[in-house]
T-cell receptor
Framework: QKEVEQNSGPLSVPEGAIASLNCTYSDRGSQSFFWYRQYSGKSPELIMFIYSNGDKEDGRFTAQLNKASQYVSLLIRDSQPSDSATYLCAVRAGGTSYGKLTFGQGTILTVHP | DTEVTQTPKHLVMGMTNKKSLKCEQHMGHRAMYWYKQKAKKPPELMFVYSYEKLSINESVPSRFSPECPNSSLLNLHLHALQPEDSALYLC???????????????FGPGTRLTVL
């Protein structure tokens, strides 16, 4: 079983729709959860992080965390073509892991006009 | 200053060359990371430095040699690389505060390395 799994994609949504990206993780000791966006040929850019159960909203983005179900998701409202990218879910373990992130394989999102 | 810089942006080297990648940040971050990313794959951790000391080496071959000369700089020395080492090399950094809240890891733009 992979440590961090993302919905396989690719995901295609029309402009203005809600894009839903999902991620599950296996380590119950995980404490923090991150969503990075990566455009082709560029480095990952942090768009959201969450460490408490529930929802966290930032503009068009909402991260949802359910530690009991070991599940974290990212909703993108009013999707724009500029949101087309690979979305990486990353999980940080607790303890002295020196902030090591374990990444999922990524989900490619395409927003078509 | 809220960014991580990396030089060079692109590097082409032969298998017998010695080269170095450089990473710099002035955000006061005391944890710095090297990642390797192959095409269509997620970043893969190579090394972690905390307070300028090597804390994690993810069983990386010795042809990759990291160095952290001070709290703002991180180098990756390359020697006798193989063509399969061609990848995007990413540097990242974060604070090491012991606060209840977490703190995010910022990535630099990366160095695109090609080994011929």
């Amino acid at each position: 079983q992979k440590e961090v799994e993302q919905n396989s994609g690719p995901l295609s949504v029309p402009e203005g729709a809600i894009a839903s990206l999902n991620c599950t993780y296996s380590d119950r000791g995980s404490q923090s959860f991150f969503w990075y966006r990566q455009y082709s040929g560029k480095s990952p850019e942090l768009i959201m992080f969450i460490y408490s159960n529930g929802d966290k909203e930032d503009g068009r983005f909402t991260a949802q965390l359910n530690k009991a179900s070991q599940y974290v998701s990212l909703l993108i409202r009013d999707s724009q073509p500029s949101d087309s990218a690979t979305y990486l879910c990353a999980v940080r373990a607790g303890g002295t892991s020196y902030g090591k992130l374990t990444f999922g394989q990524g989900t490619i999102l395409t927003v078509h006009p | 200053d809220t960014e991580v810089t990396q030089t060079p942006k692109h590097l082409v080297m032969g298998m017998t060359n010695k080269k170095s990648l450089k990473c710099e940040q002035h955000m006061g971050h005391r944890a710095m990371y090297w990642y390797k990313q192959k095409a269509k794959k997620p970043p893969e951790l190579m090394f972690v430095y905390s307070y300028e000391k090597l804390s994690i080496n993810e069983s990386v071959p010795s042809r990759f040699s990291p160095e952290c000369p001070n709290s703002s700089l991180l180098n990756l020395h390359l020697h006798a690389l193989q063509p399969e080492d061609s990848a995007l090399y990413l540097c990242a950094s974060r604070h090491l505060w012991n606060r209840g809240e977490d703190n995010e890891q910022f990535f630099g733009p990366g160095t695109r390395l090609t080994v011929l």
